[in-house]
C-alpha cells in the first residue's frame, strides 16, 4: 500500500527525503537492542560531550550561552534519534535536519572553523561506539549486531556532519554576501557628493570590515567595445569594487600594490587611475579619472587600455572650462581674427611649434615635414600679425596654451603637401 508523504519526510526545499543509509542500518537491528539501550541515553550523550571537549581544545570549555546550549541538545537528540531509528525505517523529521544545519550555522556565527566541527562530530562517533561496543559485550550481543551497530554509527555521523556543513556553508555564504554589500554601501559613501560625514562613514566600515586608510585611489571603469562577456576584475579583499552602478569603479587602499601591472589584471576593462588623494576626497578622484576615460574617448590623449590622471593634469587643465579657452583664445589669438581658416590652421601650427622649439627652424621644419624656407615665411608673416607681443613672456605663454588648447582640441593643419610660399621662394 502506498503511502502519502506527510511534511516531514521533505528536505528543506520540499523535496521528499528518503531513509538514509544511516537508517536503514539502525531498522535492521532487532528492537529488543532498542529496549536495552535506551537507560543509558543520557549517559552515552554525556561521554561524547566529554571526549568532544577531550580531542577538541576549541571545546574545551564551558558549554554556556546559545552556542553550548545547541551542542549540547545536538548530541542529545542525535542519540534518541538513533535509538528510536531500531527497527523502524522512516526519515528523519524536518526539525531534526534543521538542528543540525544550525549547528553549522552558529559554529560560524561563533568563529569556529569546519575542520573543528568535523573533528568533533569525528570525536563524538568514536566515543560513542566505544561505549555501545562495552554494552553490547556486556549484553552479549551477537558480533553481527554490534558491527551492523558500528557501521550505522559511522554513517550516522556521516549525516548529521553533512548537515553541519551544510549549515556551515549558509552561513558563509550569508556573511560573505551580507559583507559586500556593506562595502559597496561604504564605497557609495565614500563617493557620494556632497560628502558623507566622517562618523558615517567610520560605522560603515567598521561593520565592512574595512580599515581606513590615510590615502586611497579610485580607478574608473569602463567596458571595451569589443567585448562580450566581461570578467570581474582579481582583485585584493581590501579592494572596494562596484562593477553594476553607472560609473564602475574601484577604490585601492593601497595603491602602490594594486595599481601595479593593472591592464593585466582588467580583462575586457578600460580603466583611468584618478588621482591619490585622502578617503575624505575619494569623489574628486573618481571624478578626473571619469575626466581622463572621457578625454580618451573623444581622442584628446591617446586611448590605452589603462590610463593615469597624473600623466595628463595640463591637458585637464587646459580643457577645464571651455568659455575661458576661447576668452584666452579670442585674446591671444586675436591677430588671426582676419586671416581665412586655412591660413589660421597653418600658420597655427607653425606658431605653435615655433614656441615649442624655440624658433629653431630646423627643427620646426622636420616637426611639420615642411621646407625650412616654407618656416622662414610664415614666421615672418607671424612677426608682422604679432609684433612685440612675441617677445612678452607673458604674451608668449597666453598664446601657447590657446594654441595648444585648440590641437589637443582636433583643430590640427589639413595633411597637404602644397605650401603658401610663393613657388619661386622655395627651393
Same mark, same amino acid.
Not at 562577456?229 to 560609473?247: H, K, M, N, S
Given at each position: 500500500?502506498?503511502?502519502?508523504?506527510?511534511?516531514?519526510?521533505? /528536505?528543506?526545499?520540499?523535496?521528499?527525503?528518503?531513509?538514509?543509509?544511516?537508517?536503514?542500518?539502525?531498522?535492521?537491528?532487532?528492537?529488543?537492542?532498542?529496549?536495552?539501550?535506551?537507560?543509558?541515553?543520557?549517559?552515552?550523550?554525556?561521554?561524547?560531550?566529554? *571526549?568532544?571537549? *577531550?580531542?577538541?581544545?576549541?571545546?574545551?570549555?564551558?558549554?554556556?550561552?546559545?552556542?553550548?546550549?545547541?551542542?549540547?541538545?545536538?548530541?542529545?537528540?542525535?542519540?534518541?534519534?538513533?535509538?528510536?531509528?531500531?527497527?523502524?525505517?522512516?526519515?528523519?523529521?524536518?526539525?531534526?535536519?534543521?538542528?543540525?544545519?544550525?549547528?553549522?550555522?552558529?559554529?560560524?556565527? /561563533?568563529?569556529?572553523?569546519?575542520?573543528?566541527?568535523?573533528?568533533?562530530? +569525528?570525536?563524538?562517533?568514536?566515543?560513542?561506539?566505544?561505549?555501545?561496543?562495552?554494552?553490547?559485550?556486556?549484553?552479549?550481543?551477537?558480533? =553481527?549486531?554490534?558491527?551492523?551497530?558500528?557501521?550505522?554509527?559511522?554513517?550516522?555521523?556521516?549525516?548529521?556532519?553533512?548537515?553541519?556543513? *551544510?549549515?556551515?556553508?549558509?552561513?558563509?555564504?550569508?556573511?560573505?554576501?551580507? $559583507?559586500?554589500?556593506?562595502? +559597496?554601501?561604504?564605497?557609495?559613501?565614500?563617493?557620494?557628493?556632497?560628502?558623507?560625514?566622517?562618523?558615517?562613514?567610520?560605522?560603515?566600515?567598521?561593520? =565592512?570590515?574595512?580599515?581606513?586608510?590615510?590615502?586611497?585611489?579610485?580607478?574608473?571603469?569602463?567596458?571595451?567595445? *569589443?567585448?562580450?562577456?566581461?570578467?570581474?576584475?582579481?582583485?585584493?579583499?581590501?579592494?572596494? $569594487? #562596484?562593477?553594476?552602478?553607472?560609473?564602475?569603479?574601484?577604490?585601492?587602499?593601497?595603491?602602490?600594490?594594486?595599481?601595479? #601591472?593593472? #591592464?593585466?589584471? $582588467?580583462?575586457?576593462?578600460?580603466?583611468?587611475?584618478?588621482?591619490?588623494?585622502?578617503?575624505?576626497?575619494?569623489?574628486?578622484?573618481?571624478?578626473?579619472? +571619469?575626466?581622463?576615460?572621457?578625454?580618451?574617448?573623444?581622442?584628446?590623449?591617446?586611448?590605452?587600455?589603462?590610463?593615469?590622471?597624473?600623466?595628463?593634469?595640463?591637458?585637464?587643465?587646459?580643457?577645464?572650462?571651455?568659455? $575661458?579657452? /576661447?576668452?584666452?583664445?579670442?585674446?591671444?589669438?586675436?591677430?588671426?581674427?582676419?586671416?581665412?581658416?586655412?591660413?589660421?590652421?597653418?600658420?597655427?601650427?607653425?606658431?605653435?611649434?615655433?614656441?615649442?622649439?624655440?624658433?629653431?627652424?630646423?627643427?620646426?621644419?622636420?616637426?611639420?615635414?615642411?621646407?625650412?624656407?616654407?618656416?622662414?615665411?610664415?614666421?615672418?608673416?607671424?612677426?608682422?600679425?604679432?609684433?612685440?607681443?612675441?617677445?612678452?613672456?607673458?604674451? +608668449?605663454?597666453?598664446?601657447?596654451?590657446?594654441?595648444?588648447?585648440?590641437?589637443?582640441?582636433?583643430?590640427?593643419?589639413?595633411?597637404?603637401?602644397?605650401? #603658401?610660399?610663393?613657388?619661386?621662394?622655395?627651393?
Amino acid at each position: 500500500m502506498t503511502r502519502t508523504a506527510t511534511n516531514s519526510e521533505h /528536505d528543506l526545499v520540499g523535496r521528499p527525503r528518503a531513509a538514509g543509509q544511516a537508517q536503514r542500518l539502525w531498522c535492521s537491528l532487532p528492537a529488543e537492542v532498542a529496549r536495552r539501550f535506551r537507560p543509558h541515553a543520557d549517559p552515552i550523550a554525556r561521554r561524547i560531550l566529554e *571526549e568532544i571537549q *577531550e580531542a577538541v581544545p576549541e571545546y574545551a570549555k564551558p558549554l554556556d550561552g546559545e552556542f553550548g546550549k545547541i551542542i549540547v541538545l545536538a548530541i542529545e537528540q542525535a542519540v534518541l534519534s538513533c535509538l528510536d531509528s531500531i527497527g523502524d525505517l522512516k526519515a528523519p523529521p524536518d526539525n531534526w535536519v534543521k538542528l543540525f544545519v544550525e549547528v553549522g550555522k552558529r559554529v560560524h556565527r /561563533d568563529g569556529g572553523s569546519l575542520n573543528t566541527l568535523q573533528a568533533a562530530y +569525528r570525536a563524538g562517533g568514536r566515543a560513542a561506539l566505544r561505549y555501545v561496543a562495552k554494552l553490547g559485550q556486556a549484553h552479549r550481543l551477537s558480533p =553481527a549486531v554490534l558491527c551492523i551497530g558500528a557501521e550505522a554509527i559511522f554513517a550516522y555521523v556521516d549525516e548529521i556532519s553533512s548537515h553541519s556543513v *551544510e549549515g556551515y556553508t549558509l552561513s558563509q555564504a550569508s556573511a560573505t554576501g551580507t $559583507l559586500e554589500r556593506r562595502r +559597496r554601501r561604504l564605497l557609495e559613501l565614500l563617493l557620494a557628493t556632497p560628502p558623507s560625514s566622517p562618523a558615517t562613514i567610520a560605522t560603515m566600515a567598521k561593520a =565592512a570590515q574595512w580599515e581606513m586608510p590615510e590615502w586611497i585611489c579610485v580607478v574608473a571603469l569602463d567596458p571595451r567595445d *569589443e567585448q562580450h562577456q566581461i570578467p570581474a576584475p582579481r582583485v585584493p579583499d581590501d579592494v572596494l $569594487l #562596484d562593477l553594476e552602478g553607472t560609473e564602475p569603479c574601484l577604490l585601492t587602499p593601497n595603491p602602490r600594490r594594486d595599481l601595479r #601591472d593593472l #591592464d593585466g589584471r $582588467l580583462p575586457g576593462w578600460r580603466a583611468a587611475i584618478g588621482p591619490r588623494v585622502h578617503p575624505a576626497d575619494a569623489a574628486t578622484s573618481l571624478r578626473w579619472a +571619469r575626466r581622463t576615460l572621457d578625454l580618451a574617448g573623444r581622442g584628446v590623449i591617446e586611448d590605452r587600455a589603462v590610463l593615469r590622471t597624473s600623466d595628463h593634469l595640463s591637458t585637464h587643465w587646459l580643457l577645464l572650462d571651455r568659455f $575661458l579657452l /576661447d576668452e584666452v583664445s579670442n585674446k591671444a589669438l586675436a591677430p588671426f581674427a582676419d586671416l581665412t581658416v586655412k591660413q589660421q590652421v597653418r600658420l597655427g601650427e607653425t606658431l605653435l611649434s615655433w614656441l615649442e622649439h624655440k624658433g629653431s627652424t630646423l627643427d620646426i621644419a622636420q616637426d611639420l615635414g615642411i621646407h625650412p624656407q616654407t618656416v622662414r615665411y610664415r614666421v615672418s608673416q607671424l612677426s608682422d600679425l604679432f609684433g612685440d607681443r612675441l617677445a612678452d613672456p607673458a604674451e +608668449r605663454l597666453e598664446i601657447q596654451m590657446a594654441l595648444r588648447a585648440h590641437h589637443l582640441l582636433g583643430t590640427r593643419p589639413p595633411d597637404e603637401s602644397t605650401s #603658401d610660399v610663393p613657388a619661386q621662394s622655395q627651393p
